[in-house]
């Protein structure tokens, strides 16, 4: 069965600072795997996702992710922290046609 | 363009009672997906409709639970004789075909109380 492991339940950087959200997975074959946002009082919005092209995703809002087979990570980077980014972030592998999501991260980002 | 759209935003209902849930998916879209999201939890699937018809039910945690699809478009989810435990929030999702690689876009969900 295909499953994500989210690392860490809270992340807290600051403004300006680099962003590390880890998720490793689970998987018998290559993965779809995908990277969503949640915003307090907000539906779900996809960031970036991998789907066997490039290994190195750029998503929205400067937010990029690596797919590392050897170490079945999709680590979710971003070089700068915004105030805005503080939300709910979770991983989602794609077997089939239904999402499995991550327990999630909440990143803080302080001023 | 609209959005995936839910009604209501909130329902608060008794324990014993029944519940409907609207999803009105994006114009266009064949697939359409419920999701179950716990206090503190990621989002769990539920059923996942391809057009009119169910293709994987197997999420849906009990028989209390159905969901329906009958145009091909609008869902509604039904819980019948709700217990606490199925307080939650809904999320329904839709995707242009259908397949695991596409994109499911959300709608806002309905945040359903069971007292």
């Known amino acids: 069965a295909q499953s994500v492991t989210q690392l860490d339940s809270h992340v807290s950087v600051s403004e300006g600072t680099p962003v590390l959200l880890r998720c490793n997975y689970s998987?018998?074959?290559?993965?779809?795997l995908f990277w969503y946002v949640q915003h307090p009082n907000k539906g779900l919005q996809l960031l970036l996702k991998?789907?066997?092209?490039?290994?190195l995703v750029k998503g929205i809002n400067g937010f990029e992710a690596e797919f590392k087979k050897s170490e079945t990570s999709f680590h979710l980077t971003k070089p700068s922290a915004h105030m805005s980014d503080a939300a709910e972030y979770f991983c989602?592998?794609?077997?089939?046609?239904?999402?499995?999501f991550g327990t999630g991260t909440r990143l803080q980002v302080f001023p | 363009g609209a959005g995936v759209s839910q009604t209501p935003s909130n329902k608060v209902t008794e324990k014993g009672k029944y519940v409907e849930l609207r999803c009105d998916p994006i114009?266009?879209?064949?697939?359409l997906y419920w999701y179950r999201q716990s206090l503190g939890q990621g989002p769990e699937f539920l059923i996942y409709?391809?057009?009119?018809?169910?293709?994987?039910d197997s999420g849906l945690p009990n028989d209390r639970f159905f969901a329906v699809r009958p145009e091909g478009s609008v869902s509604t989810l039904k819980i019948q004789r709700t217990e606490r435990g199925d307080s939650a929030v809904y999320l329904c999702?839709?995707?242009?075909?259908?397949?695991?690689?596409?994109?499911?876009?959300f709608g806002p969900g309905t945040r359903l109380l069971v007292l």
């Open positions: 409709f391809q057009g009119t018809g169910a293709a994987d």
């Open positions: 998987s018998s074959y290559s993965p779809s």
């Open positions: 989602v592998v794609s077997p089939t046609d239904k999402l499995i």
């Open positions: 114009s266009g879209h064949t697939a």
């Open positions: 999702a839709s995707s242009l075909n259908g397949g695991g690689q596409e994109t499911q876009y």
């Open positions: 991998y789907t066997s092209a490039a290994t």
